[in-house]
């Protein structure tokens, strides 16, 4: 196995480097305890298990703490605003201005209009349908395409019924197999004596 501890090593990481170090040095230190009671193997090993614990935190990249968005929600909330009240009007354009801002540049990439979808979702659209599953993650400009979501059935699938089931039968005459048996007896035995015929007349 490579020794991912060696300086300057090509593919190295910082990180994994001192995770590695710290799981060694806490090895080291078992092995150093063996035989130890206890509360001193206890008190021994403690600094190194809180070092590789610290080590193994810092790989972990740090979650974010606002959520994703994502297009089809966004789009899908169009349809429950009432846009025959001033307010929601005025709710629903906000939202529409603010899908353009996030997701304007890759849509008109596909070639799609915002306006014109956002128009067929609010008369009952299908999201799914219309949209492409698109995703902003938090800090970023350029959102990525995810498979489109999988709808999990609400219903329980149909069982397929069989009207019969078939009749299976297995019939072995005892008195064709014996004959059988014997048949490929014989066979061996002409071919036996055949060879051993052969072997006498080159002999000769």
Known sequence: MADFTTANLEGAN????????????????LVAQHGADASTMKAAVESKVADLQTSL???????????????QGEFAGLADIDISTPAGLEQYQTRVANI???????????????????????????????????QLADGESIPIELPSNISIPSIEAIKEKLESMPDFKIEIDGAVL??????????IQKEKEKLETESKLTLT
């Not at 540049?105 to 999201?127: F, H, N, P, Y």
């Not at 014996?178 to 066979?187: F, G, N, P, S, W």
């Open 14 to 29: 910082e990180l994994f480097n001192k995770t590695a170090t710290d799981a060694k040095a806490l090895k080291d230190q």
């Open 178 to 187: 014996k004959q059988q048996a014997q048949d490929a007896l014989d066979a």
């Open 100 to 134: 353009t801002s996030q997701f304007g540049t890759a849509m008109k990439d596909k070639g799609l209009d915002i306006d014109s979808l956002a128009t067929e979702i609010q008369a009952g659209g299908d999201v799914g349908d219309l949209i492409p599953n698109l």
């Open 57 to 71: 935190s810092s790989m972990i990249p740090e979650l974010p703490t606002v959520p994703n968005v994502n297009m």
